[in-house]
């Protein structure tokens, strides 16, 4: 059997997700066939996303998260690897999550699964079990953030083929003990309030203009970042050996990829960037699966990589 490993980074103050998936798919086909048209033409189209004059400011974009101190567990942890935590979950594992939220929040696969992955990681970060030399500190309030696509959000909207980074980063906080208290459903509501207002023209632009005035701030230790990588069409890249057989990132600290499955398009794969001493901590918590009665239920495979 003959294929290739790719490995590829781009920054993304070029491109986001499903640019450089855009990228890579048109380099891919390319390779097959070089006199083959490239299926979605590429557009710069920069100049749609230029801060405004004067820039203004209108939401607060989880700034307040990121800029509080997470307390000595974040010091403790620093000198530790960082491994990933590896979560297959099947569609029928997905679809027990959302039975357990209300059925009229309609809630997707990615919020009831950030939902529940933000909980896990939250009690092995912070809960009341948290252990080498982590903080018991279940009134820190951690964050999640997550980014949101809006090409077709703005006003007007982007062109199809827009390649640069068109994502706004939703974000929600909650003290830690309230989040472990709370239902699943009503953390799928947040997240689903915090997804509503970054899908809009107005935070967007309030975003751009954000980072024009400000640096980024480093996320401290209390922030977790999911990203969705399973509807980008990475697992269409053919360079001529076939599709991929696996689709993973790089080590981040408190980053969280939902990956596709190949060859199970309704399953989802997570993989999560621990410091060594919370990997057993979050792979037992990521196993627990409760049911409307409280039963706890396994989810079939975790690797700890």
């Not at 999550?97 to 309609?106: H, M, V």
């Not at 472990?180 to 970054?198: F, N, P, S, Y």
């Not at 809009?200 to 996320?219: C, F, G, K, T, W």
Request: glycine share 8%; net charge negative.
């Amino acid at each position: 059997v003959r294929g290739l490993i790719l490995c590829a980074s781009i920054a993304h103050c070029l491109c986001d997700g499903i640019g450089s998936s855009q990228f890579l798919n048109a380099w891919a086909d390319a390779c097959r066939d070089p006199t083959s048209p490239l299926l979605v033409p590429p557009c710069w189209g920069r100049e749609a996303l230029k801060p405004r004059n004067p820039p203004r400011i209108e939401f607060s974009h989880g700034t307040e998260l990121a800029q509080q101190e997470a307390g000595s567990g974040g010091a403790a942890m620093a000198g530790e690897p960082l491994i990933h935590v590896w979560v297959t979950f099947e569609a029928e594992e997905l679809s027990r999550l959302k039975r357990r939220c209300i059925p009229a929040l309609n809630c997707t696969s990615f919020e009831v699964l950030a939902a529940h992955i933000w909980r896990c990681w939250a009690r092995a970060m912070f809960g009341a079990e948290a252990t080498n030399g982590r903080p018991k500190k279940e009134g820190q309030v951690v964050g999640l953030f997550f980014p949101a696509d809006v090409r077709s959000k703005l006003d007007p909207p982007l062109p199809v083929g827009f390649y640069g980074n068109a994502l706004s980063l939703a974000s929600m906080g909650r003290h830690c003990g309230v989040l472990l208290a709370e239902q699943i459903h009503q953390t799928v509501k947040g997240i689903q309030r915090a997804k509503d207002m970054a899908l809009s023209d107005a935070y967007a632009r309030s975003e751009i203009d954000l980072l024009a005035l400000h640096q980024p701030v480093d996320n401290p230790t209390s922030i977790l970042i999911v990203s969705q990588w399973y509807r980008l069409g990475l697992e269409r890249v053919d360079f001529g050996s076939g599709p991929p057989v696996l689709l993973s990132g790089s080590t981040v600290d408190h980053y969280c990829l939902l990956l596709p499955v190949l060859g199970k398009p309704k399953a989802m794969a997570i993989q999560v960037s621990v410091r060594e001493s919370m990997a057993d901590a979050l792979e037992c918590y990521l196993r627990e699966l409760d049911d409307a009665q409280g039963d706890e239920k396994p989810i079939p495979h975790v690797a700890v990589l």
